[in-house]
């Protein structure tokens, strides 16, 4: 299986890159300017977290936009990633109630996908600024927290996943599992 | 809306292909036409208030606007 990260400019881009190494994927972090066509043949791609305030630096996101459009695999976005793909579809993000650099509590509110045999509850570390305000129609939440309530969403219609914690970092409980969650949704697709 | 917006909102609309969203052929005409991502946004935010406001769906919409602004 082949998923490459998209290059946001995030600080832990490289650790998504090396979680999926570990899950033996076949994986490399590409720039967010690559051209979709030039991405080759991939099963998925993880849009990384980056610095842009997405609401009003959308251009600093390159391809994102063509990524997500074009896409027919799955893909995952994280923080920045998931801000991205909630104004592509028509949702918004604005400024978090209480920007975020800590440990926080996640309710599962969809325990399927990606977050399919993980307890209801449990502790994902956050950095954010921004978060989802309003989630895009055809889209629906699938965890919150205590400050956040749009932790997790997806799409109804398309293999498209959301995250605003980081499953990439240690201090993420089942951190791993989810980005293994994810890949079973990503074999899942091509059946 | 600008015009070149109009003209690739309307290419949109024209060349949709089978099972395509309204953001796909928005955005393929988009980069297609050498338009930025905010024009995208702004055209599609334009879409999406229409589609609201007279419980359409959005091709519905989208001929709607043409429509007014021809």
């Known amino acids: 299986m082949r998923v490459f990260v998209v290059d946001n400019g995030g600080q832990w881009t490289h650790r998504e890159w090396r979680v999926l190494k570990y899950l033996q994927v076949e994986t490399k972090i590409v720039p967010n300017t690559t051209p979709f066509d030039q991405l080759g043949q991939v099963d998925a791609l993880v849009l990384s977290g980056g610095a842009p305030d997405v609401a009003s630096e959308a251009g600093r996101m390159g391809n994102n936009g063509e990524y997500i459009d074009k896409a027919d695999f799955p893909i995952l976005g994280i923080c920045a990633g998931m801000h ?4 592509h579809f028509g949702g918004s993000t604005g400024p ?16 399927d996908g990606l977050f399919a045999g993980l307890p209801k509850e449990f502790d994902v570390w956050e950095s954010h600024n ?20 749009v932790e997790a969403m997806r799409s109804i219609k398309r293999p498209l996943y959301a995250l605003q914690f980081h499953p990439e970092v240690e201090n993420t409980d089942f951190g791993m599992d989810i980005f293994r969650n994810f890949l079973k949704q990503v074999e899942e697709w091509q059946k | 809306m600008r015009p070149e917006c109009r003209q690739a909102l309307s290419a949109a609309v024209h060349n949709r292909r089978r099972d395509d969203d309204m953001e796909q052929a928005l ?19 334009e879409v999406r208030t229409h589609m609201r406001k007279n419980k359409m769906d959005c091709w519905d919409s989208a001929k709607a606007i043409l429509k007014e602004k021809e």
């Open chain 1, 84 to 87: 991205f793909m909630a104004n």
């Open chain 1, 96 to 111: 978090a109630i209480r920007a975020e650099f800590s440990k926080t509590r996640l309710y599962v509110d969809e325990a």
């Open chain 1, 130 to 149: 921004d978060e989802v305000k309003n989630v895009p129609e055809r889209f629906e939440v699938l965890a919150h927290s205590n400050t956040c309530k």
């Open chain 2, 27 to 45: 955005g393929r005409e988009f980069r297609k036409a050498g338009l930025i991502y905010h024009d995208y946004l702004e055209t599609m935010d």
